[in-house]
Nanobody, 122 residues
Framework: HVQLVESGGGSVQSGGSLRLSCVAS????????VGWFRQAPGKDRYWVAA???????TTYADDFVKGRFDISQEKNILYLLMNNLRDEDTAMYYC?????????????????WGQGTQVTVS
């Protein structure tokens, strides 16, 4: 069965960097569109970034993360490099892959989800 396992979260000072990883099992990351989401305490889960490896494209949620975050993929591992972290980046970060190839994951879509990795910026 499909499994997504995130790692790389932690506590970091404002301005610091972290690289999150997501290892996918029984799912070919290179063939789909996969992404990262985040959820702060008491808030909804929001999409952060997505990558479509076979199409060579990446997208980011907004200017708030664009230029600071970089999504990438290597084989069946999805990465999110986060630079210049800010307090408001504190959240649980999840990787997601849609249950159907050909679409990108949406927060309310039918996705496979990892268990999340906590990022705390202070």
């Amino acid at each position: 069965h499909v499994q997504l396992v995130e790692s790389g979260g932690g506590s970091v000072q404002s301005g610091g960097s972290l690289r999150l990883s997501c290892v996918a099992s029984e799912y070919t990351v290179a063939d789909g569109c996969v992404g990262w989401f985040r959820q702060a305490p008491g808030k909804d889960r929001y999409w952060v970034a997505a990558i479509y490896p076979s199409g060579g494209s990446t997208t980011y949620a907004d200017d708030f993360v664009k230029g600071r975050f970089d999504i990438s993929q290597e084989k069946n591992i999805l990465y999110l490099l986060m630079n210049n972290l800010r307090d408001e980046d504190t959240a649980m970060y999840y990787c997601a892959a849609p249950r159907r190839y050909g679409i990108c994951p949406a927060a309310n879509g039918e996705n496979y989800w990892g268990q999340g990795t906590q990022v705390t910026v202070s």
